[in-house]
């Protein structure tokens, strides 16, 4: 093998040494002095003056016509340099051979290196393709099994959910059934109330399988002995109202810790609910208009007595008083039932709390009626604007928890405005035939009116409260004063108009008696007025003024 290279190499040496003498013979044996034999007839002249404009434009030609040099000559030289720089090239090239020769056995084994990778890299380029379809085969198969897995955990949670949501552990039916009723027991109601609702959504579906039809009696079962439970519970609260010296508003606040029971029962047992809610309305009826009527009677045995009695009228001559069973009235009487003094303080005081019964009582404290009327109303409001907050919270929100839309949220709202109307109707129709006795026998303007003030003050701290539940009531109060305050003035004006200007003795200059209570009434019921602007006062107060004037006027002839 090294043999044959160093043949090879000694042959390539031996051509480089031939090639070099024949160049250097054919260099050797060129003329270039030697004149060329030029057959003129054969020359185009035809561009020759553009190649010279050409040449002329040349900086080394241009330069070298200025110096005036000989260009045979120069062309001379410059092939003369020529041959030079090729000859010497040439020894360079033999000088450098042996260099050359072993670049190119170099070169031949990078040829061969090269040739080797590429057959490897070849074969590694069809490994790896190989290896590029099996990673594809397996991304293939783990796409599949990915989808695979996801799907089973989806059926896995859905069959999870599923089972929890009609699953009834034995614990649960234990805890329904034994456990005390506290608020732990809500949370097994809401346990149980998921599974029927779910149940129920299945049944309306028509995707009962037949584990849900397995636990579906489980569940009823449940549901029926929860439900007596919860029966039993809140009409046990609602019967410890009755005893006596009882705080209702304590109990109540008892019961609303347990208002999901009356929901469970809403739901699903409405009868059951529709039975508790009526025995709590019975009751809670009963015992209200149990008290209130206590605490009317009491007060109504101190109220002061009436001052205005029938026929005490602006026009009244006192002098013609008094009879065979009557007394005679004073002036001072009759100065007392027309001037306002500080009655109207009331007002003013219209926040103050409701008039102890007892104490009142061992004290032997007398009220007016004005005063009883608003403790009375007071305590009402007080009664019933909790009242009216528990029957929304316990009741009307169950209704509404078990409506789905506007329309029978609206009909739960009437529903509970019904509901406050069956606890009270019998204690403000008690309220009312005591103003309507009352009524019957007032004679005094100012207290009528003192009693509208009352209950405008009274609907405006209702409307405070944000409820609407006395609202009926005061309307119906209005409706009873108004039309006797009428009554009353008209009586008054029509006295006026009735006095005889004969009665006064001719040169009587002392002020007489319409005057003085004219203007003491007109002062009272200017300033209960104020602020208000009534339109009803204004004008008959207006007819009364022109009536007085007129009277005053014929007075004044006598």
């Avoid at 003498?21 to 003056?49: K, P």
Wanted: charged letters at 30%; one cysteine or more; glycine letters at 4%.
């Amino acid at each position: 093998m090294e043999s044959k290279e160093a043949k090879e190499k000694q042959l390539s040496l031996d051509e480089l040494e031939a090639a070099e003498a024949q160049v250097s013979s054919q260099v050797m044996g060129l003329d270039l002095g030697s004149e060329l034999d030029i057959n003129m007839e054969d020359i185009d002249f035809s561009e020759v003056d553009d190649d010279l404009k050409k040449f002329q434009e040349d900086e080394i030609v241009r330069d070298a016509l200025q110096r005036g040099v000989d260009l045979g000559n120069y062309a001379r030289q410059i092939h003369a340099q020529l041959a030079a720089t090729e000859a010497a090239s040439i020894k360079d090239y033999l000088k450098e051979s042996a260099d050359v020769s072993g670049l190119h056995e170099e070169i031949k084994a990078c040829d061969s290196v090269l040739e080797r990778m590429e057959h490897m890299l070849t074969r590694f380029q069809a490994d790896l393709g190989a290896i590029s379809s099996e990673i594809k085969h397996l991304q293939d198969k783990s796409m599949s099994m990915r989808i695979k897995l996801k799907n089973r955990k989806a059926v896995h949670k859905d069959l999870d959910a599923h089972i929890k949501s009609i699953f009834i552990s034995p614990e649960l039916v234990r805890c329904i059934h034994e456990a005390e009723i506290k608020e732990s027991y809500i949370g097994y109601l809401a346990d149980l109330d998921v599974k029927i609702q779910y149940l129920k959504q299945l049944q309306k579906e028509g995707k009962l399988d037949k584990a849900s039809r397995d636990m579906a009696p489980l569940c009823e079962r449940t549901k029926v002995k929860a439900i007596a439970r919860i029966r039993q519970f809140l009409l046990q609260r609602v019967y410890l109202l009755k005893k006596p010296q009882t705080n209702i508003q304590i109990k109540q606040n008892l019961l609303l810790r347990f208002k999901y029971l009356y929901q469970f029962c809403r739901l699903h047992a409405p009868s059951t609910a529709d039975e508790i809610r009526n025995i709590y309305t019975d009751t809670v009826r009963k015992i209200y208009n149990n008290h209130f009527k206590q605490y009317l009677l009491g007060l109504m045995k101190l109220q002061a007595p009436i001052v205005a009695k029938k026929g005490d009228v602006l026009g009244l001559d006192e002098t013609k008083t008094g009879g065979m069973f009557s007394m005679r009235k004073t002036s001072l009487h009759l100065s007392r039932v027309f001037m306002l003094g500080n009655r109207d303080t009331i007002l003013s005081n219209i926040d103050k709390p409701p008039i102890i019964y007892h104490s009142a009582a061992k004290r032997h404290t007398q009220f007016r009626y004005n005063e009883i009327f608003r403790a009375t109303h007071r305590l009402l409001m007080d009664t019933a604007t909790t009242e009216s907050a528990f029957l929304s919270d316990f009741f009307q929100e169950a209704d509404a928890y078990r409506g789905e839309d506007q329309k029978e949220r609206k009909a739960s709202a009437k529903r509970g405005t019904a509901l406050f109307d069956t606890i009270f109707s019998k204690t403000t129709s008690m309220f009312l035939e005591n103003l309507e006795n009352y009524l019957m026998k007032c004679f005094d303007c100012l207290e009528l009116l003192i009693l509208v003030r009352i209950v405008l003050l009274h609907s405006q701290m209702m409307r405070q409260r944000q409820t609407d539940c006395l609202d009926s009531l005061f309307d119906r109060i209005n409706m009873l004063l108004w039309p006797r305050f009428k009554v009353v003035l008209d009586a008054h004006l029509a006295s006026i108009r009735t006095v005889r200007v004969s009665s006064v003795s001719r040169g009587n200059t002392s002020v007489h008696y319409i005057s003085r209570r004219y203007a003491e009434f007109a002062a009272g019921i200017d300033v209960l007025n104020r602020g208000y602007d009534d339109a009803i006062i204004v004008s008959n107060m207006g007819r009364m003024r022109t009536a007085v004037c007129k009277l005053l006027t014929d007075l004044s002839g006598r």
